[in-house]
């Protein structure tokens, strides 16, 4: 007793903070700083907060999380892993097969997470039969966003719903002076475009073989070819300052009336909230044109590690995959709730489109795993097509070295 006294009083004297044995707190990595994405995860904050656990920010900008998946494995090697971190995809594979994940299976049944998840996320939130993630959103990235007053002004009356539309309102839009569309020139990016153009190209069974199956013969096809001569296409509608570029800079260019278009994630609906702007009204929000139907999905996740403070990752888990949470974070975030028969309630018109879309892509088979976010291959694969996708758009190779490249890449990796 005297010796907890000491203590006490010594670490008053120099400044060490004194926590109680029931203080409950959650060290969390994640890469979600800007401003649409801080404001969504201040809600799980907020929730933690009221129930008496303390989160500790771990901020690493990003978007794709490669910088967070660094620090992350940095942090582990070193014998200091946090309470928890934000993952996507084969990374979650990955670190569960090194057993460092906490078993989240009593949570899941307790909370029915079997009945609730839509079964292709499952099959990355369960490893070896046992839940390893708790998701939060479900995002998808066959996405355009449009300023209306800019449309307006380009003589352009409504959203685009074919390929051959849509290229023909960019090329209104940029000689009304305005940029056609608004890029971040950075891999994960233009990768992220690809998504949508593969789909609306080949079509969803097409994208499935070519990105999931990784099959020669698509990747090796005369509609790759199409579909990287319409990257080609693309970039006719980009301004020079593109480079490196964030995602979220570009879509800032949408919302202040510099550009027309973006093709993006619905992370980006995230900045049109924080920005006070309403669907419909000051901007559009529709799928990549040719892609209606189908879903390419990334979903952010949280995984715990083996540490002590259990009971704040249980109530974190809980948290999150809680109706209050997963409704208030993901009005704010732009992405669909993880938890299928969510109330729309609440949510903008962009929110609700996304959460039906997803219910339909779920009942009828076109909920695919997202390439460009790792969800369709692991990184080495991911990463090899990255770069032939980038070089592509940017002038470095021809639409058919970049099918290629491609299939050569797909087959060395795999």
Not at 45 to 67: C, E, F, M, T, Y
Not at 193 to 199: C, E, L
Not at 209 to 226: G, V
Not at 227 to 247: G, I, Q
Request: proline share 4%; net charge neutral.
């Amino acid at each position: 007793m005297k010796k907890t006294v000491l203590a006490i009083a010594l670490a008053g004297i120099v400044g060490i903070p004194v926590a109680s044995a029931q203080d409950k707190q959650v060290q969390v990595i994640h890469w979600w700083t800007s401003g649409g994405e801080a404001a969504a995860l201040q809600v799980l904050k907020n929730d933690l907060q009221s129930q008496g656990v303390q989160w500790h920010d771990v901020p690493i900008a990003g978007g794709g999380g490669a910088q967070a998946m660094t620090t992350l494995r940095a942090r582990v090697l070193a014998g200091d892993p946090p309470t928890a971190s934000q993952m996507l995809g084969f990374d979650i594979t990955d670190w569960a097969k090194q057993g460092v994940l906490k078993n989240l299976n009593s949570l899941a049944q307790k909370g029915d997470w079997a009945a609730k998840v839509p079964k292709a996320l499952q099959a990355f939130d369960v490893y070896k039969g046992n839940w390893i993630a708790a998701p939060i959103d479900v995002h998808s990235t066959n996405w355009v966003w449009a300023n209306k007053a800019v449309l307006a002004k380009a003589g352009v009356t409504s959203a685009p719903t074919t390929w051959d539309q849509y290229i023909a309102d960019l090329e209104k839009v940029k000689k009304a002076g305005f940029i056609g569309l608004a890029v971040g020139g950075q891999s994960w990016q233009e990768a992220t475009m690809f998504d949508g153009v593969v789909v609306s190209t080949g079509g969803p069974e097409f994208y499935k073989k070519a990105f999931i199956d990784l099959d020669q013969k698509a990747l090796n096809s005369a509609t790759m070819l199409k579909a990287f001569e319409r990257m080609s296409e693309l970039h006719k509608f980009v301004d020079p300052n593109y480079a490196n570029r964030d995602w979220n800079v570009a879509t800032g260019m949408v919302i202040n009336e510099k550009a027309g278009f973006q093709m993006m994630g619905d992370w980006a609906l995230g900045e049109f909230n924080h920005a006070k702007k309403v669907p419909n009204k000051d901007f559009l929000c529709f799928r990549t044109p040719g892609t209606q139907g189908t879903v390419t999905y990334n979903s952010d996740v949280f995984v715990f590690f083996n540490v002590k403070d259990t009971a704040a990752q249980n109530q974190m888990a809980e948290d999150i995959m809680s109706p209050k949470v997963q409704a208030g974070f993901n009005q704010l975030k732009g992405a669909a709730p993880a938890e299928l028969g969510t109330p729309s309630a609440g949510f903008n018109a962009c929110g609700q489109k996304a959460i039906s879309d997803l219910a339909y892509a779920d009942k009828h088979g076109t909920l695919f795993g997202s390439m460009s976010q790792g969800y369709a291959v692991p990184p080495a694969i991911k990463n090899a097509f990255y770069d032939v996708i980038a070089r592509e758009f940017n002038g470095e190779i021809t639409p058919q070295a970049a099918v290629k490249q491609l299939a050569d890449a797909a087959k060395a990796q795999y």
